[in-house]
């Protein structure tokens, strides 16, 4: 998972691609770059570590220009190098800079076509160079009247027939504008909005909406799936609508557990949505344990307190802070190594035992990828003092990997893969385990949102939307086991 942000400005943007970064903090925490235009050149910085880490004040204002685009990442699968920082460029045609969040399920098979057939090399394993490379080559035959906007749509179309997955993605063309595209399933997130300056009007794009309250932006609207936008140097803003644009299936985990409740993302407020999973979860309960002993609910922090809030009222509960979180360690089932996570849990919570000492306790979390958290979690909440501890997920069970973006572990190392809801309890050592339906997840997330025609929940129902090639998932099993990861850093 990533973050992306790109500004047609009247004024330095430099500063606000920054800011927007640090808002957009919660999506990658691996690395982070800008990219800016001025006069023709583009001024690029970027390196790994938190935003904070990689910019100083010298070099933000070495960063010159009215257009900029920016990017924070973590570490996708076989994507965990310093060269694989992002805006990545290439010279030609013209010169391209791009920030790509989402993952190309077809992008081995791109790379060969690109090196045999447009004769265009890549340098890294990220799929976001790849990306780039194939914007660039559909742009190519396009440049010699000068790019259009009906070159720069024509450009775009090309990139959906050739690129398979979920992608959102924002280029700076040098000389030309800005260009953000969201893929024909619209899996990957990202928003459009305008600002009145007094030079004349301002765009962003972003991929949550709370980057645009933030910074002062009017939402204009989510881009829709297989849509591309295309903002002139001059400010003028033109869209369009591709043939190839599919279904309407955003990303079900954007609302469990990567945004940030005070985003919309299609149309539909991630807070509410998180509310009613709670709602539905605490229904579950109800109907299957009407008879329960549980003295209090206590969320896992922090994506899962929207949630809890709603569950614990409904069941007539109290509801307490009991684990208190240290917020500068990163979130523990992107880490690299399962001996990092453990460590990181302890390290991450702390239990407050008068919150558990001789209760039963409901423990909420939004979701149980390892199950490593949640094991932890759960013994120390017995060292706490809970006489029982239950364990609620606002989400189904984890079973299939992700292959859109976010970087979930290899499927033998979910503890849901081929495992009962019983045995998962087990494993991880609860009293009691409640998972939600999907079927009520769903339901939940949409509302009163009746314009989407579904979700992709393929970790949850192992339905990939774009389909599969044969054996991509044993591919992606060997890139993203905790083995190979250790491997790649060693030979690194």
């Known amino acids: 998972m990533c973050g992306i942000v790109g500004i047609v400005g009247r004024s330095p943007v430099a500063a606000r691609l920054y800011d927007a970064m640090t808002i957009l903090q919660h999506r990658g925490q691996d690395a982070a770059g800008i990219t800016t235009l001025d006069d023709g050149r583009m001024r690029s910085a970027k390196g790994l570590g938190l935003v904070r880490d990689v910019f100083s004040e010298e070099a933000v204002t070495g960063l010159t220009g009215e257009v900029g685009i920016g990017h924070v990442r973590y570490p996708t699968a076989g994507c965990d190098q310093p060269d694989e920082a992002q805006p990545m460029y290439v010279n030609s ?52 009247d000068g790019l259009h906007p009906e070159d720069i749509f024509a450009a775009v179309d090309g990139v959906y027939q050739r690129c398979r997955g979920g992608y959102a993605a924002v280029a700076l063309i040098a000389g030309v504008g800005l260009v953000a595209f969201r893929d ?28 645009l309250d933030i910074l002062g932006f009017e939402l204009i609207s989510d881009i829709a799936p297989g849509e591309c936008v295309f903002i002139t140097l001059d400010g003028e803003l033109h869209r369009k609508v591709s043939d190839h ?73 109290k509801y307490r802070e009991g684990l208190i979180k240290n917020r500068y360690i990163g979130r523990t089932f992107i880490m690299p190594g399962q001996e990092a996570r453990v460590r990181s849990v302890r390290r991450k919570l702390n239990a407050i035992s008068l919150e558990f000492r001789n209760k039963n306790v409901l423990l909420v979390d939004d979701s149980i990828v390892r199950g490593t958290t949640s094991k932890q979690i759960i013994q120390m909440a017995r060292e706490a003092g809970a006489k029982k501890v239950y364990l609620a997920s606002a989400s189904p069970p984890v079973r299939y990997p992700n292959v859109y973006g976010i970087d979930m572990p290899a499927a033998s190392e979910l503890v849901a893969s081929g495992r009962s809801e019983e045995e998962i309890c087990r494993v991880i050592g609860a009293d009691r385990l409640i998972y939600q339906d999907l079927e009520a997840l769903e339901k939940a997330v949409r509302g009163k949102n ?17 389909g599969l090639d044969e054996g991509y998932l044993e591919e992606l099993e060997s890139r993203r086991s905790d083995a190979a990861r250790m491997q790649r850093r060693r030979s690194g």
């Open 245 to 317: 644009a599919a279904s309407y299936t955003p990303c079900m985990f954007e609302y469990v557990y990567f945004a940030r409740p005070d985003s919309m993302i299609d149309d539909l407020s991630v807070y509410k949505a998180r509310l009613r999973m709670g709602e539905a979860l605490a229904e579950k309960i109800l109907q299957e344990w009407p008879d329960h002993d549980i003295d209090v609910v206590i969320p896992v922090p922090d994506t899962s307190r929207t949630a809890c809030l709603p569950l614990a009222h409904q069941l007539g509960v």
């Open 184 to 211: 024909p399933n619209g899996i990957r997130p990202a928003v459009v909005g305008r600002r009145e300056a007094p030079e004349g009007p301002e765009y962003i794009v972003a991929s949550e909406s709370v980057v």
């Open 93 to 144: 045609p013209c010169g391209i800079a791009l920030g790509h969040n989402g993952n190309l399920i077809n992008s081995e098979r791109l790379s060969r076509e690109l090196f045999v057939e447009d004769r265009r090399h890549i340098n890294t394993e990220s799929d976001s160079e790849v990306l780039l490379n194939v914007l660039a080559h559909e742009l190519a035959g396009r440049t010699r």
């Open 450 to 466: 009746q314009r989407l025609t579904g979700f992709d929940s393929s970790c949850f129902s192992g339905e990939y939307v774009t």
